[in-house]
């Protein structure tokens, strides 16, 4: 059965949500108020780079529609997904000012028939029943048929569509039957895995039916920060094990494999380096922080895992630090600025930290990444030297530092660029690169949490 959907944000998350909902056969129409992100949208291009997206953008385009125009959109909408950005305000809590203008906008427009309202941006605890009130408020009262849900998102940015279509579950709260009905009707051929997959993005061999996790408002809120604080915690555990992994010799790859085959433990997300980044990990567990406090909480353990995070950044500097021992004057190539792979984001991205400590230090910073450089010229003009390949960051290098572990970056000519290095010192941030194939070329290798 195809419905009337309105995704409202066409950001990461909004874009995917609305190509993947068409792609299942409903009529979809994503609003935004950025006019030149929908000019690009309406030509076919795709605005971010995501893996698989334009590919699926373009079998969808027949159920797709793009306009900053919310009377056009709202009035015969079935269900109105608010997919709109939360970044963080200084003190931790997200700034929700684009989800109230959305709220009032939906408000202000609606039809006279009934409408699921489902907030999928992560918002803090009871900001359904916010969204709820700011509705019927701009709705001029009466006793319009809005049911309000939350449909927390947990894709992963460099593998949103497969995230998306495969997805290890699929939560829903709402404290009506009908929102949670409509959802599961929509969600239904990804619950049951019942729709042809595209070519490019083919099934995972195996995969049974999609969990629907269905809960009540506050519960589906607190999951989606849960969910975001565990895997912090879990990373920077890792990286903890890996300072002391470093101090007695050991190898956090060995001890991370060792650890994670217990399937209680399990062996995702234990990937030990210069610590997580991206716009949602920082922002989420300093929102979890700022609600636990409101009630007069302590959550020590969400606490320290945002530490061990900062301190992660700053190993690299002390790695240099040991071996250049002055940092003034010496030229530190980084290879690789977006947050992770697959990505063009640079919201939080280590690669950002660690070239304005280096520039602090009075050091060069010459900086290369394959997708994400116009976006970070563009924010961050003095970030460093921008370099237009990745050998150039050898060019009379101190040392080069890997930064995002881009698969291409291993396939870089290791030996014959040793030579254009005044040091050949490379450290490996990620753990990515072979300690073997670099020490042969001649490469003083510091890897993170072994005794490289
Ligand atoms: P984004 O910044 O990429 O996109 C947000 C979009 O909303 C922008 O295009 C912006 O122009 C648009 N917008 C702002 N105000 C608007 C309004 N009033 N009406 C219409 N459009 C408006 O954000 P994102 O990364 O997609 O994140 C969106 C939400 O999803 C956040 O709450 C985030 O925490 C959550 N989330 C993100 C990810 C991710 O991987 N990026 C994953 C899970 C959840
Ligand atoms: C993360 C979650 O994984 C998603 O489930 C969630 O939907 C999303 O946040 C969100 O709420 O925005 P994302 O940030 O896109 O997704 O990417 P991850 O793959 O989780 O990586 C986050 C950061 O942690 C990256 O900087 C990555 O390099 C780092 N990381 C990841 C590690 O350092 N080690 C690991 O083992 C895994």
């Not at 094990?241 to 050991?250: D, F, N, P, R, W």
């Not at 085959?261 to 989420?284: M, T, V």
Request: net charge negative; charged share 20%; with cysteine.
């Amino acid at each position: 059965m195809s419905l009337n959907v309105v995704v409202i944000g066409t950001g990461y998350v909004g874009l995917t949500t609305g190509v993947v909902l068409a792609f299942l056969g409903n009529k979809v129409t994503c609003v935004d108020v950025d006019r030149e992100k929908l000019a690009r949208l309406r030509r076919g291009e795709t605005p971010i780079h995501e893996p698989y997206l334009p590919e699926l953008q373009a079998l969808a385009a027949p159920n797709l529609e793009y306009t900053d125009d919310y009377h056009q959109a709202i009035p015969t909408a079935d269900v109105i997904f608010i997919a709109v950005g939360t970044p963080p305000l200084a003190d931790g809590n997200p700034n929700l000012q684009y989800l109230e203008a959305a709220a009032r906008s939906i408000g202000e427009n609606l039809g006279d028939k009934p409408v699921v309202i489902v907030n999928k941006s992560t918002l803090p605890i009871g900001s359904g029943n916010w969204v709820d009130a700011i509705i019927r408020d701009f709705a001029g009262g009466g006793d319009k048929e809005v049911y309000v849900a939350s449909n927390p998102e947990f894709l992963r940015e460099g593998s949103a569509l497969q995230d998306a279509l495969y997805p290890d579950r699929i939560v829903v709260g709402s404290e009506d039957p009908k929102a949670l009905r409509t959802l599961e009707m929509l969600y239904l051929p990804l619950v049951e895995q019942h729709f042809d997959a595209p070519d490019f993005l083919p099934r995972p061999a195996g995969l049974g039916p999609t969990p629907f996790v269905a809960t009540d408002l506050a519960s589906a809120e607190l999951i989606k920060y849960a969910a975001n604080a565990f895997l912090s915690v879990k990373i920077s555990f890792i990286n903890e094990i890996a300072a002391l992994s470093e101090k007695v010799g050991a190898d956090i790859t060995q001890i991370a494999r060792g650890i994670g085959l217990d399937a209680r433990i399990g062996s995702r997300g234990l990937q030990a380096g210069i610590g997580w980044g991206g716009s949602c990990f920082g922002k989420d567990t300093a929102a979890l922080l700022a609600t636990a406090l409101d009630y007069r909480l302590h959550m020590p353990i969400v606490k320290a895992a945002r530490d061990i995070n900062d301190l992660q950044r700053e190993r690299v500097i002390e790695k240099l630090l040991g071996e250049l021992k002055i940092l003034k004057g010496k030229t530190i190539g980084l290879l690789g600025i977006a947050f992770k792979p697959n990505t063009d984001d640079i919201r939080d991205a280590p690669a950002l930290v660690i070239a304005r400590r280096l520039k602090e230090y009075g050091a060069r910073v010459l900086l290369h990444d394959p997708v994400a450089m116009p976006n970070a010229q563009r924010l961050h003009p003095d970030l460093g030297q921008y370099q237009c390949c990745a050998a150039e960051v050898f060019s009379g290098a101190d040392a080069v530092v890997l930064v995002t572990e881009w698969a291409e970056y291993n396939d870089l000519p290791f030996e014959t660029l040793v030579a254009k290095m005044r040091r050949p010192i490379i450290v490996d941030g990620r753990n990515a690169l072979s300690p073997e194939t670099l020490i042969k070329a001649g490469y003083r290798y510091l890897g993170m949490g072994r005794s490289f």
